[in-house]
Every structure is written in structure tokens, then in C-alpha cells.
């Protein structure tokens, strides 16, 4: 699945539009390093996001195309 989708479905983004803009402007990176839109998420992969002085770490623990308000904190697991 994209990384734009994922932050969407996960509703670490509200918006697809904007998960997209914030992958174009360096904010999210994988890894360690900075991704695309279109790069494809993999459970295990260590995600950060950026945004203005907050910097959110998570571990993608599963991954699903469409999943509910209240289940979807259990895509991911914070670590900091």
C-alpha cells in the first residue's frame, strides 16, 4: 500500500491531500530516509512523521485497505 493511503486509513493524516503534500516536503521518512508518495509500506518499516516541532515515531504493525475510526490506532504502534 502507498504511504499516503497508509496515513490516510491509519488517520495518522485526515487527509490523503495533505500525507501526500507532507511526503512531497521531506516530512515523513522510512527507515531513515525520506520517501515518496508512492513508496510502499511494509509491516516492521519505522515511520516518522514531521510536523512543525512535533515528530511522531511509529512501528507499522499491520496493514488493511479500509478499516474503522475505532480500530485504527492497532495499524501502528508508537515508539519514541
Known amino acids: 500500500m502507498r504511504i499516503d493511503k497508509y496515513l490516510k486509513v491509519s488517520r495518522l493524516i485526515k487527509r490523503r491531500s495533505v500525507a501526500n503534500e507532507a511526503c512531497t516536503q ?33 512501528r507499522i504493525t499491520a496493514i488493511a485497505e479500509h478499516v474503522l475510526k475505532n480500530d485504527a490506532a492497532a495499524l501502528y504502534e508508537v515508539i519514541n
Not at 521518512?29 to 510502499?40: E, L, P, R
Not at 511494509?42 to 514531521?50: C, P, S, T
Open 26 to 58: 521531506g516530512r515523513i521518512s522510512v527507515n531513515g530516509k525520506i520517501v515518496k508518495a508512492s513508496y510502499d509500506v511494509k509491516e516492521g518499516d519505522v515511520m516518522e512523521i514531521k510536523m512543525g516541532e512535533r515528530v511522531l515515531k511509529v
